[in-house]
Nanobody, 123 residues
Framework: QVQLVESGGGLVQAGGSLRLACAAS????????MAWFRQAPGKERAFVGAHHWIGGNTYYADSAKGRFSISRDVAKNTVYLQMNSLKPEDTAVYYC????????????????WGQGTQVTISS
């Protein structure tokens, strides 16, 4: 089993920045695809971006390109989602996910999920 714990959510004004963290623990060996999804009120969960833990590759949804970036701290077994130039439409619960398929923007490809962290952007 792999445990994922997100942190860093909060309330920010439009144009501001936030950095979310996803700390992984447990039997992480072989679980090399780390992804971020988000679910806005009344909408389906949507892919934000993914990171290959071993190769370091990343790719993003069109909505995230140019504003969001994913990085990692290997020593802390943590993946980060840096979000800049935030907009009210970025308001959502953000989830971290882990799996073994790469690349994939499909939430069904991910085996483990965090509990989510709320991000609210005020206008």
């Amino acid at each position: 089993q792999v445990q994922l714990v997100e942190s860093g959510g909060g309330l920010v004004q439009a144009g501001g920045s936030l950095r979310l963290a996803c700390a992984a623990s447990g039997r992480t060996y072989g679980t090399f695809a780390m992804a971020w999804f988000r679910q806005a009120p009344g909408k389906e969960r949507a892919f934000v971006g993914a990171h290959h833990w071993i190769g370091g590759n990343t790719y993003y949804a069109d909505s995230a390109k140019g504003r969001f970036s994913i990085s990692r701290d290997v020593a802390k077994n943590t993946v980060y989602l840096q979000m800049n130039s935030l907009k009210p439409e970025d308001t959502a619960v953000y989830y971290c996910a882990a799996g073994r398929l790469w690349p994939s923007s499909n939430q069904g490809a991910y085996d483990y999920w965090g509990q989510g962290t709320q991000v609210t952007i005020s206008s």
